[in-house]
């Protein structure tokens, strides 16, 4: 699956933004989609994952009561609502997907920026 991830931007801390990651394919509904974040220097990091019917939904401890994670299979859509922005959070972020049974992602978006000013 390709996956195009977007909404990335520059904004407040205490401001909002929504990424979106939009999939092709027809498979997409059958995928477990996540998003992860990657600053200089240090490892990309999970950030949040939803399975293929979007009945469950994980998220770090650093972003959980701050982000959701939802997707619209009918869209072929994830996204990642992000609210209570921190500095912290500035990272490039990037949508995933693996097989619901698998453990390994094998597809990537390209990475969208996000900066939260303080």
């Known amino acids: 699956v390709q996956l195009q991830a977007s909404g990335g931007g520059l904004v407040q801390a205490g401001g909002s933004l929504r990424l979106s990651c939009a999939a092709s394919?027809?498979?997409?509904?059958?995928?477990?989609m996540a998003w992860f974040r990657q600053t200089p220097g240090n490892e990309r990091e999970f950030v949040a994952g939803?399975?293929?019917?979007?009945?469950?939904?994980y998220y770090t401890s650093s972003v959980k009561g701050r982000f959701t994670i939802s997707r619209d299979n009918a869209k072929n859509t994830v996204y990642l609502q992000m609210n209570s922005l921190k500095p912290e959070d500035t990272a490039v972020y990037y949508c995933?997907?693996?097989?619901?049974?698998?453990?390994?992602?094998?597809?990537w978006g390209q990475g969208t920026l996000v900066t939260v000013s303080s």
């Open positions: 995933a997907a693996r097989l619901s049974t698998g453990l390994q992602y094998h597809d």
């Open positions: 394919g027809r498979t997409f509904s059958t995928y477990y």
């Open positions: 939803i399975n293929s019917r979007g009945a469950n939904t």
